[in-house]
């Protein structure tokens, strides 16, 4: 994945697509800190975690632009939310996860909110990096009635 972004960089480089660019490059440098932090190269999982990362901090400038009523700086964001979307697992669709999660509650008896421990625990690890985390959380308490 990582030779996969940096060849994607050139050609966006290439192609002066600034937009593009400047994503890419923060992209680089967070998987960059990553490794120095870890000391060693990123595992593939990894480097989806580290996307994910920088997914979720558009997400919430998006959110707090939007308060903020800067419409050209949420633009701004959306467009490199979209870039950076390319480089994550296909997402598991709302109604696969609906099942899922059904089928998780079953298996381990899950009835209150004490229990959403218990049910996130096991769909957390299967869904890793295909679906957002508060999504599922949102769905699994949706689904045991909570809230």
């Not at 558009?58 to 939310?81: H, M, Q, S």
């Amino acid at each position: 994945m990582k030779e996969s972004i940096t060849s994607d960089l050139k050609q966006a480089m290439l192609a002066r697509d600034k937009g593009r660019t400047s994503t890419l490059r923060l992209l680089i440098a967070a998987i960059r800190n990553a490794e120095i932090e870890k000391r060693r190269e990123l595992s593939e999982d990894e480097l989806i975690e580290v996307v994910n990362r920088e997914v979720r901090k558009r997400k919430e400038a998006i959110a707090e632009f939007e308060k903020g009523d800067r419409p050209d700086l949420v633009d701004k964001e959306k467009k490199e939310l979209e870039i950076l979307k390319d480089y994550l697992p296909e997402q598991i669709p709302v109604e696969e996860l609906r099942k899922m999660i059904g089928k998780l509650i079953d298996e381990t008896g899950a009835s209150s909110e004490k229990d959403l421990g218990k049910v996130m625990s096991k769909i957390m690890p299967i869904v890793k990096g295909r679906a957002d985390g508060k999504m599922v959380n949102q769905l699994v308490r949706e689904m045991l009635g909570i809230d």
